[in-house]
């Protein structure tokens, strides 16, 4: 098994006798060393599968990796292995010890839409850069293991002094509300750990290996976390590259990377130097990008997968123009090259610049699969309405309780809230069932009982009608009862309101579509397929955004989330000053020189995504808040190796509009090609 790695994979997959930490390059086997060392940790070390732990940093990472794990295992019993990123494995940590810091089991997790909501009820604004900006603040605090205390006692200005008092009501909401956030995933179990030592040993007894992927990203409390893990014995491999590094926005931080050599005196560092994924080119590309930031650590880095094709960059006339040509480009390389289109990567550094490569890949009727973008299910307007549904369903959901009880307002204010969290934590029932009990009743005041009762018993009355009523009926009802349309007018700008009213008149039409398809099979009644759907869509909004099988389309990403993954030809489009390096880093980078060099690390991983192939691309005129304006390349372009390059549309001459004349007859060519094939 382990004659498919080199001698320094080898050493690495084979090293037992302390923290390990595999410091590498892009593209040399890193990952790789962790999927085979999980299968020697079983197969030759005698240790058992649920005692150990493999962190990855995105869900389709774990995903990938469990795969790969399976085939490396066929046929042997790997159950009770973690494989799993950081949040998730804090979330089963947090599930079992619940009860030690006063939560339920079934406590729910927010998403940022839900904690944006809360800090809108504490702040009482709808400021949205407000709300954003005290958002990510109090992130930053969580993922720096920063409590509210800590954090009002240092800061300096006013307005961060004033951010702590929110970060102190938003923990008591969340509390309140038998909640947790995504950070607190990370968080909590630190604070457990900090607190109660029997809960840390026996989590150190049952993790005693631990496999930590892409380490440079790690912050501050997961380090904590991976620390108090491994405790004294420090059985882990971690395995990272710091060029890589660009999590740093979100309070990652690349020192942890020296920490690391400093609190295990016993660390042994392995540095694979082999890269197996690019050629010669594209890794020199990388190489001289990188080589103009100061270096953390002395890393080299070299292919023997042959020189390989020039890096193309191609300035063009327009987005449009890019997309035209990246569309062409990648139709005439598939055709000549006979490859699939899932060897076809799109990457870009922000969101927004998918949607027009979208549209023409649509519009060439190319399949193309689309990463990190929001499903249907994750709307919050989408999510108000399947939280009724579910605890119509299941009024024992909690999570779904509080959604519904609190949107639209009904005047359940936040105090009875956590008086009833309070009282169903002490009792261990659910929020609903606490509503109904004397003793809580006695503690509230007359009108905000009413109001909670009004609910209840109105979710009730919803129970009933599901049973009886048909499903389109139901939900009419329930929408006019909450008022719901009135709610998006009332919280949004018109056009936005209206977008999302569509959504949920979509959302009602899909879902009784549904219903009646089903009576036709069954003979249930219209009613009770509500509940069925019920479960059938929390189900699906479950699984949305669930990669299974890889089908052939192209690959569209923004370079973060293309972390770790490689093509086997990459266009990296948008390579502008502004874009890539981004505008806010290029402002900042006056006085902060470290902005810049997360976006060359950025361009790095672009750049290093690449196997075969690497087409560049930068528009010459770009439309910016509806108006046209000059665009420059990235200075990152600029820093590439001349003797690897090829420009076309060259910016720097004048013939520029000739190769466009000459690019639109080869696309007549392509075209012609690609029809009678
Ligand atoms: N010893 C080896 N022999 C052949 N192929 C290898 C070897 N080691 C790694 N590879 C291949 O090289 C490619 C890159 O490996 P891997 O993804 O593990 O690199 P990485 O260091 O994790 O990269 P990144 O920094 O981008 O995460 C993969 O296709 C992998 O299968
Ligand atoms: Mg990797």
Redesign the pocket.
């Known amino acids: 098994m382990l004659n498919?790695?080199?001698a320094p994979?080898r050493d690495a997959v084979k090293y037992l006798d302390g923290p390990l930490l595999v410091l590498?390059g892009?593209?040399?086997?890193?990952?790789?060393v962790i999927t085979q060392k999980i299968s020697y940790l079983i197969d030759e070390a005698g240790y058992s599968p649920k005692e150990i732990a493999a962190i990855t940093f995105t869900n389709k990472a774990a995903r990938e990796m469990q795969e790969r794990v399976g085939k490396l295992m066929v046929g042997k019993n790997i159950k009770g292995l973690t494989i799993a990123t950081f949040h998730s494995l804090g979330l089963q940590m947090l599930r079992a010890e619940a009860s030690l810091l006063g939560y339920k089991p079934q406590f729910s997790i927010l998403d940022s839409s839900d904690s944006f909501k809360i800090l809108a009820d504490i702040l009482a604004t709808t400021d949205k850069q407000l709300l954003r900006k005290t958002q990510s603040q109090i992130s930053h605090w969580k993922n720096g293991f920063v409590n509210p205390d800590q954090a009002k006692a240092t800061a300096e200005e006013e307005l961060t002094h004033a951010a702590a008092k929110v970060y102190q009501l938003y923990q008591q909401t969340l509390k309140a509300y038998q909640a947790v956030d995504f950070d607190d995933l990370i968080k909590l179990p630190v604070e457990l750990f900090d607190e109660h030592e029997a809960a840390l040993n026996k989590w150190q007894r049952k993790l005693q290996y631990l496999l930590i992927d892409e380490y440079q990203d790690t912050n501050a409390c997961q380090y904590k976390l991976v620390k108090m893990l491994t405790g004294v014995r420090g059985q882990f491999t971690a395995v990272g590259?710091d060029d890589?590094a660009i999590y740093g926005w979100r309070g990652a931080d690349v020192e942890n990377l020296r920490q690391l050599t400093e609190d295990f005196s016993k660390l042994k560092v392995i540095k694979l130097e082999q890269n197996?994924?690019s050629t010669i080119r594209i890794l020199r590309g990388a190489n001289a990008v990188i080589a103009n930031n100061p270096k953390l650590f002395e890393k080299k880095l070299w292919s023997d997968l042959g020189t390989g094709d020039l890096i193309q960059v191609s300035a063009c006339m327009s987005e449009e123009a890019e997309a035209e040509s990246v569309i062409m480009k990648l139709q005439a390389h598939k055709f000549e090259n006979r490859t699939k289109f899932l060897d076809y990567a799109i990457l870009y550094r922000g969101n927004h610049q998918a949607r027009i490569f979208e549209q023409y890949l649509r519009n060439h009727k190319i399949p193309y699969t689309i990463s990190g973008g929001q499903s249907f299910f994750d709307k919050a307007e989408i999510k108000d309405l399947i939280s009724y549904l579910r605890l119509v369903a299941n009024e024992d959901d909690d999570p779904a309780f509080i959604r519904a009880a609190t949107t639209p307002k009904k005047g359940i204010g936040n105090t009875t809230l956590e008086r009833l969290g309070e009282f169903a934590s002490l009792h261990k029932i659910s929020l609903f069932a606490a509503a109904f009990e004397g003793d809580f009743q006695n503690d509230v005041g007359n009108k905000q009982l009413e109001d909670l009762l009004n609910f209840c018993t109105y979710i009730q009355k919803i129970q009933e009608c599901a049973v009886r009523d048909p499903a389109g009926e139901v939900l009419n009802d329930l929408l006019t009862t909450i008022q719901y349309e009135a709610f998006l007018y009332d919280s949004d700008e018109p056009r936005a309101a209206e977008s999302k009213w569509k959504n949920v008149l979509d959302f009602i039409g899909w879902l009784t579509k549904k219903g009646e398809a089903s009576t036709e099979f069954g003979n249930e009644t219209d009613g009770k397929n509500l509940l069925e759907l019920t479960q059938m869509v929390s189900l699906m909004s479950m699984l949305e955004g669930r990669e299974d099988g890889e089908p052939d389309a192209v690959k569209l990403s923004t370079l973060h989330a293309a972390k770790?993954l490689?093509f086997g030809h990459v266009f990296l489009i948008g390579v502008e000053e502004g874009i890539l390096p981004h505008r806010e880093s290029i402002d900042l980078g006056v006085t902060d020189p470290t902005k810049i060099e997360e976006e060359r690390r950025l361009m790095y991983v672009g750049i290093?995504r690449a196997q075969k192939s690497l087409n560049i691309s930068w528009c010459k005129k770009r439309k910016r808040a509806g108006e046209m304006q000059m665009c420059e390349p990235s200075r990152f372009i600029a820093e590439l190796p001349k003797d690897d390059v090829r420009h076309f549309g060259n910016p720097f001459n004048k013939d520029a509009e000739a190769s466009k004349e000459f690019g639109k007859s080869k696309m007549a060519n392509i075209r012609a090609m690609l029809n009678n094939n």
Do not use: V
């Open positions: 498919s790695l080199n994979q590498a892009a593209g040399s086997g890193k990952t790789r590259d890589q197996y994924r770790g490689e290093t």
